[in-house]
């Protein structure tokens, strides 16, 4: 059975700095996309940023030059470093798995629980 669980969420000042973490287990996921995304309240769940199979990353515009994705496949583990995090970066982010080297959330299989994240001003 697949599972991802976040980890390294919190509450942070404003140009602060966190490192969540997902840990997949149930399967190898070297061949798979692997992505974050986030849900602010009152707000949709947004795509964040992915890496696939091939090591090519993506981002979403307001988290581009502060946000790193990075995965370990030895570790079975996906990584999202947050540097100078802003209060409009507070959400509940989720990391996923996906077959296709896409973004869009739809065509993401496997879901996290999520892990907090809230940034103080």
């Known amino acids: 059975q697949v599972q991802l669980v976040e980890s390294g969420g919190g509450l942070v000042q404003a140009g602060g700095s966190l490192r969540l973490s997902c840990a997949a287990s149930?399967?190898?996921?070297?061949?798979?996309?692997m992505g974050w995304f986030r849900q602010a309240p009152g707000k949709e769940r947004e795509f964040v940023a992915a890496i696939n199979s091939g090591g090519r990353v993506e981002y979403v515009g307001a988290v581009k030059g502060r946000f790193t994705i990075a995965e370990d496949n030895v570790k079975n583990t996906m990584y999202l470093q947050m540097n100078n995090l802003k209060p409009e970066d507070t959400a509940v982010y989720y990391c996923?798995?996906?077959?296709?080297?896409?973004?869009?959330?739809?065509?993401?299989?496997?879901w996290g629980q999520g892990t907090q994240v809230t940034v103080s001003s």
């Open positions: 149930g399967r190898t996921f070297s061949s798979y996309t």
């Open positions: 996923a798995v996906s077959r296709l080297p896409t973004t869009a959330m739809r065509q993401y299989d496997y």
